[in-house]
């Protein structure tokens, strides 16, 4: 076999044209963004599946809804600037490592179902496992934390090989690869085969075509879930200025989170007042020691910290008008302000 990630002088397919066994190109690997974002609106693409299953807490399937609805809620930020950076480099590794050749594709359609998409970050065109090396499969290439290190160990998270049998779905494979670099050092492959994942491949494509046709066709929003700090970033990048009101008489699921929110926020002023005499107890019960000891063994200590200096940013922005220019950010944010009158329940 060669080893290459793309042989030079190679002729990119025109769009339309079958690149994989059940794929048609939408947009070649060199297409502008602004154009790769308006096509992937127009169909699920493999990073939206997980999302949909609801396998990444941060990207709730609200966020797919919006996006695919038109509304700009992209916030990609460092990891997805590094992930784009290492790309490259990690699937030449894959290459050389597999002694393989591999090509860029471009967003790719299912040709019986235009809605699933999909951006291959490489084609392999010579397999290393099969016997005949032109068995055609792809290589899904991530970029991950040192702190996601442990999901790797045996094999590919949940997330990721729901995204890789999306891929396998829309193009036919029989079988993909991945390549993982983990905190800059770490470098993970292995492969994730159809035949192992029959029934779970039979659900995403029910879920995905239940979403595709309830949600983004019939532009009915589905509940929110997921980490309620992501959504809520997410609304304020949606609406950066608020102005009028909205009668929570006509909108039940806002009435049945103020009830939900007021419960949850009188348990956890409870359980903080709780906490915060506990810890007096623990400190009282110390006297001068540092240390408790349950049954000869160390029960609890307490240990100086490192907390972040303490910054007065009126003096620096009077004093030094330039540094404070230079170095603060504003980070506008929210918070919930409930009123008096429903504070004790409604």
Known sequence: MTTTTQRAGATAPAAGRRVTPTGRLILPADADRADWLTARRSGIGSSDVPAILGLIDRNPPIKVYLDKT????????????????????????WAMQSRSVIRRVGLVAHEDHPHWMTTLDRRVTECPLADDERVPCALEVKTRSA?????????????????VLWQIIVNGYEHMHYAVLIGGNEYHQGVIRADEYRDVMADI????????????????????????????????????????????????DAYDALLEYGRHQRAESAARKAKNT?????????????????????????????????????????????????????????????????????
Request: aromatic share 6%; hydrophobic share 40%.
């Open 278 to 346: 506990a810890k007096a107890r623990m400190i009282a019960a110390l006297g001068d020691a540092q240390e408790a000891r349950l049954g000869g063994e160390r029960a609890y200590s307490l240990e100086p910290t490192n907390a972040a200096p303490r910054v007065d940013l009126e003096q620096l922005a009077e004093r030094f008008p330039d540094a404070y220019a230079a170095c603060v950010t504003p980070n506008p944010t929210e918070r919930i302000d409930i009123a008096k009158t429903f504070k004790g329940g409604i």
């Open 147 to 163: 702190f996601k290190s442990a999901q790797w160990h045996s094999g590919a998270p949940d997330d990721v090989t729901a995204q």
């Open 70 to 93: 038109g509304h700009d809620v992209d916030d990609a930020g460092e990891a997805a600037y590094w992930g784009t950076v290492n790309e490259e480099p990690v699937a030449r590794r």
């Open 205 to 252: 494509t029910t879920a995905v075509d239940r979403f595709w046709t309830e949600h983004v066709l019939a532009e009915v929003p589905p509940p929110v879930s997921g980490d309620g700090e992501a959504v809520a970033r997410m609304f304020r990048r949606l609406h950066p200025t608020r102005s009028g009101a909205v009668d929570v008489d006509m909108h039940p």
